[in-house]
């Protein structure tokens, strides 16, 4: 399915910066110009530029206009430094480029000898002045030092001041996947966001939101960026969110860390009756430095998280001795109901009694399992456990081959684990199965100089998660004396209404696991007043579920026999039974994406952007042929399928006539969507950008 949207012009002020043309979107780039004192251009200067902590340089030469770029560039603390016989060397420190930033950096020569040099050592002003997007850095000292409950790193992307919650209906239910934050961007809906880990994809194919982040300590920084990205970005259609891991340098770094929250340090909030009881320890620590210095890098963390709290009381109803001896005068009275008034059970019963012969034997066994209670309403106790335990782990190595070729590979797991609620005892605790949460994502990136003006960056990614929900053992309908069949044996679901409940679809076993692999490529390249990208993009994506919600045949009582829940359940009068066969599913979707851009420097305070990108919808097809498609049109026209004759008209299947093979959707190869836009510094000092930017933006749900 696809959903085409369209970005439109705007116009905006601003002084922070934003996105990068064609370059690798988890590096950055500067770009300048050489001049003299009195202003005249100077051609033919060497540039330099070298990472502070790890010795990597990158060179360039300033070309006839006296600018230069470097693109591809890792983030980090930078020293540049500019060289032209006759002139005094240009050196300025302080430089930190961060993730898809374009700082752009003038470097003013003085007459003199090369051994002499002009030095300036106050920060750069990092000032975005020749792209066309909008976006928000989060750096590192924010992501580390903020407050942020529960150091989840994703809350953070409410700080960007575009972003907010949604609860607007979607893909996700909170159960398939972990963080279940869902968030909207400038207005986009939360399915649209890309996110981004070091150049590789980290979205969950299944409900497009995001897979885990690293925890703070582990983590750089990210971005968040939106409106007119440029034709590099697809796939989704709302705003890009791009992270970036921790590396190692030339010095070893590390950290100890032990964050507690004990609600017994904490004082009583003003409305409640008594101390939270959260109980949460996260530990953990990182490590980073040199294999071989100038060479070969290495970073490793670790983080647990234990929690625990109390739970509330929980208040039921159960059948009485005295119900199960068919005397239901007291539960019927008005002190036993919410309503307060005395309630008649209707004809045939007399005096709210029930004879002992009508009351269903599978329903007293039912009882036998249940906890005594000597509440003459039947009124009974309990909490269910609330408890998770959550690890992640994160490694990288950074490998400087060569001036010209450099490497690296980065590994992220995240497991979550939240036990049943159920205490192995009483069944009324029972509402939902063990959940085990297992994310692995791996990301191998190479780039490569093929000249001085030409970068190639590629990325390779896999993610892979793995959601199993796994069913307590409880009892069954053949432990209550009804043959039927079950699906997950020794399970029971079933509701009564002003009474009890036993299980529920958060108890049925499913299992939720996606893969997806990426290989994008980019290649930068510097002609003149023109930085050209070109790039591809392909993501193959898959899902293979399995639901047993209705397999366990849920019981609903809801009184509409007696007027009374209980005693319909003790009488076996259900208002509503529905069972089903285990739901399956096994999609599976190729994204491909390709794109060509341009950022024309057509005058020295203007830049003119513009590329196109192509996006054809490849459809989706069933592993295992498992597959239904609907046309409205077909429906109107009254047209079944050949093959399945009493299939509803419009419903076809594979084999039918266009449906051949395993496919789902048919492909959509026309899908183009141009970008193009400006960037002026009206001053031409960075200190002010005035943008304008159109766009369309497609979204894939899948």
């Known amino acids: 399915m696809k959903v085409a949207g369209v970005a439109g012009v705007f116009a905006s002020t601003v002084l922070t910066g934003a996105l990068v043309w064609a370059q690798a979107v988890s590096t950055a780039q500067t770009s300048g110009t050489v001049k003299d004192q009195t202003g005249a251009v100077l051609p033919g200067a060497d540039v330099t530029l070298t990472q502070t902590d790890t010795g990597l340089k990158r060179n360039a030469v300033s070309d006839e206009t006296g600018s230069y770029t470097i693109t591809n560039l890792p983030i980090g603390p930078y020293r540049l430094e500019v060289v032209l016989p006759g002139f005094r060397a240009f050196v300025q420190t302080g430089i930190v480029l961060q993730v898809n930033s374009n700082p752009v950096i003038h470097a003013v020569l003085e007459v003199g000898q090369v051994s002499e040099q002009i030095e300036v050592q106050a920060d750069a002003a990092l000032v975005e002045t020749r792209s066309t997007g909008v976006g928000q850095m989060m750096d590192n000292q924010r992501v580390l030092e903020l407050p942020l409950n529960g150091r989840q790193a994703t809350e953070l992307i409410f700080l960007t001041g575009m972003s907010a919650p949604t609860t607007a209906p979607g893909l996700n239910p909170g159960v398939r996947n972990y963080p279940t934050v869902e968030i909207s961007?400038?207005?986009?809906?939360?399915?649209?966001?890309?996110?981004?880990?070091?150049g590789g994809t980290h979205n969950d194919p299944f409900n497009n939101l995001n897979l885990p982040l690293p925890f703070p300590d582990a983590l750089q920084e990210f971005k968040v960026e939106t409106s007119a990205l440029p034709a590099q970005y697809g796939h989704h259609s709302a705003a890009?969110?791009?992270?970036?891991?921790?590396?190692?340098?030339?010095?070893?770094?590390?950290?100890?860390?032990?964050?507690?929250?004990?609600?017994?340090?904490?004082?009583?909030?003003?409305?409640?009756?008594?101390?939270?009881?959260l109980r949460r320890n996260q530990f953990g620590g990182t490590i980073g430095g040199p294999?071989?210095?100038n060479r070969l890098f290495f970073f490793g963390g670790f983080q647990g998280t234990v929690s625990k709290s109390d739970p509330s009381t929980i208040i039921a109803y159960i059948p009485t001795p005295q119900m199960l001896a068919g005397d239901f005068t007291a539960i019927t009275s008005p002190g036993c109901n919410s309503a307060g008034r005395q309630i008649n059970l209707p004809s045939p019963f007399v005096d709210n009694r029930i004879s002992t012969s009508l009351l269903s034997a599978p329903a007293v066994k039912l009882v036998s399992y249940l906890p005594t209670t000597t509440d003459p309403c039947g009124e009974t106790r309990f909490v269910r456990n609330l408890e998770s335990n959550e690890r992640?782990?994160?490694?990288?190595?950074?490998y400087q081959l060569s001036d010209r070729h450099s490497l690296f590979g980065r590994y992220f797991e995240a497991r979550l684990n939240q036990p049943t609620d159920y205490d192995g005892k009483n069944p009324l605790t029972m509402s939902n199965g063990t959940l085990i949460f297992r994310v692995h994502s791996l990301v191998l990136g190479d780039t490569y100089l093929i000249g001085s003006r030409t970068v190639s960056n590629f990325r390779g990614t896999l993610n892979r998660s793995k959601i199993p929900k796994l069913v307590p053992t409880l009892f069954d309908f053949n432990d209550l004396g009804i043959k039927a069949w079950v699906y997950?044996?020794?399970?029971?679901?079933?509701?009564?209404?002003?009474?009890?409940?036993?299980?529920?679809?958060?108890?049925?076993?499913?299992?939720?696991?996606?893969?997806?692999?990426?290989?994008?490529?980019?290649?930068?390249?510097v002609r003149g007043a023109h930085q050209i990208g070109l790039g591809t993009n392909w993501i193959h994506s898959e899902m293979n579920r399995l639901s047993s919600t209705n397999t366990v045949g849920p019981f609903q009582f809801n009184g509409q026999v007696t007027g009374f829940g209980l005693a319909d359940f003790l009488i076996g009068k259900p208002s509503q039974?529905?069972?089903?066969?285990?739901?399956?599913?096994?999609?599976?979707?190729?994204?491909?994406?390709?794109?060509?851009?341009?950022?024309?420097?057509a005058m020295a305070h203007l830049t003119v952007n513009a590329g196109l990108r192509w996006e054809p919808y490849l459809g989706v097809y069933s592993?295992?042929?498992?597959?239904?498609?609907?046309?409205?049109?077909?429906?109107?026209?009254?047209?079944?399928?050949?093959?399945?004759?009493n299939a509803p008209a419009g419903l076809m299947l594979p084999g039918d006539p266009g449906w051949s093979g395993t496919k789902i959707t048919n492909p959509q190869w026309k899908n183009f969507a141009p970008r193009v836009g400006i960037a002026w510094d009206p001053k031409g000092n960075g200190q002010m950008s005035i943008r304008a930017a159109y766009g369309i933006f497609r979204l894939r749900v899948w």
């Open 577 to 601: 039974f529905q069972q089903s066969n285990v739901s399956v599913f096994y999609p599976r979707n190729d994204y491909i994406g390709l794109y060509v851009q341009d950022a024309w420097k």
């Open 185 to 198: 961007v400038a207005g986009g809906i939360s399915g649209g966001m890309t996110y981004l880990l070091d």
């Open 623 to 645: 592993k295992r042929g498992i597959a239904t498609h609907f046309d409205p049109k077909l429906f109107t026209e009254g047209v079944r399928s050949p093959q399945y004759t």
């Open 392 to 398: 992640q782990t994160l490694g990288r190595m950074d």
């Open 488 to 525: 997950a044996p020794k399970y029971t679901s079933l509701n009564v209404t002003g009474g009890f409940t036993i299980g529920g679809a958060g108890g049925t076993e499913g299992h939720y696991n996606t893969t997806s692999f990426q290989f994008s490529e980019d290649l930068s390249l």
């Open 240 to 277: 890009a969110v791009n992270g970036v891991t921790k590396a190692g340098t030339n010095d070893f770094h590390g950290d100890l860390f032990e964050f507690l929250r004990n609600g017994s340090l904490n004082a009583r909030n003003a409305f409640a009756s008594s101390h939270d009881t």
């Open 291 to 293: 294999i071989v210095k």
